[in-house]
């Protein structure tokens, strides 16, 4: 079943966004990124997003970085509670030197309140949003949507790409475990 919550809200803010970035292409793509895996290596964030977009999407390592450079994503760091404590603050700092470093490039980071409000670093965002659960009805209609949005996803990067990145079963599967497959429990 679904999870309800902060997840849920953002696979939510994710679909809407990337229905404008099919619309028009000079809207930014809304990519997911699990940050709890960030700390294993803890790099700084670029070079972390670059090949988490490269291993769980097969796009390009120089395709990355050019999207990333150019402002073609749009952020979504999920899991900030998830990062190793020894780490959390670290990472915050890294988010904060990305956006410092790319004109304070607008993005969408989750973490549990409780385990936000207790790092010693914050993040320099223009607002923050508390979510309540969401019902398990919502929550069950959310993970459809977030089933159609991977693969949804898999061709706007396919289409970005001028094919040279294919929408391939296996990006599209990629697509779906990895940005949405968290929201099964």
């Given at each position: 079943?679904?999870?309800?919550?902060?997840?849920?809200?953002?696979?939510?803010?994710?679909?809407?966004?990337?229905?404008?970035?099919?619309?028009?292409?000079?809207?930014?793509?809304?990519?997911?990124?699990?940050?709890?895996?960030?700390?294993?290596?803890?790099?700084?964030?670029?070079?972390?997003?670059?090949?988490?977009?490269?291993?769980?999407?097969?796009?390009?390592?120089?395709?990355?970085?050019?999207?990333?450079?150019?402002?073609?994503?749009?952020?979504?760091?999920?899991?900030?509670?998830?990062?190793?404590?020894?780490?959390?603050?670290?990472?915050?700092?890294?988010?904060?030197?990305?956006r410092s470093a790319h004109g304070f490039v607008p993005l969408v980071v989750c973490s549990r309140a409780a385990n936000y409000a207790a790092l010693p670093v914050k993040l320099r965002l223009h607002g923050?949003?508390?979510?309540?659960?969401?019902?398990?009805?919502?929550?069950?209609?959310?993970?459809?949507?977030?089933?159609?949005?991977?693969?949804?996803?898999?061709?706007?990067?396919?289409?970005?790409?001028?094919?040279?990145?294919?929408?391939?079963?296996?990006?599209?599967?990629?697509?779906?475990?990895?940005?949405?497959?968290?929201?099964?429990?």
């Open positions: 079943m679904p999870r309800i919550g902060k997840t849920a809200l953002l696979l939510e803010l994710a679909d809407k966004l990337l229905s404008r970035a099919e619309q028009n292409s000079d809207h930014p793509i809304p990519v997911i990124f699990n940050l709890s895996s960030w700390s294993a290596q803890r790099r700084p964030l670029v070079e972390w997003l670059v090949d988490e977009l490269h291993t769980a999407y097969d796009v390009p390592l120089a395709i990355g970085k050019t999207w990333f450079e150019n402002g073609k994503l749009l952020l979504f760091l999920d899991e900030l509670d998830k990062v190793a404590l020894e780490h959390r603050a670290k990472c915050v700092q890294e988010i904060n030197a990305y923050a949003i508390e979510v309540k659960p969401h019902s398990k009805i919502a929550s069950r209609k959310l993970y459809l949507s977030a089933l159609i949005t991977s693969i949804a996803a898999a061709f706007v990067i396919g289409f970005l790409t001028g094919g040279r990145v294919q929408a391939t079963p296996r990006l599209r599967s990629a697509a779906f475990r990895r940005l949405y497959g968290s929201t099964i429990t």
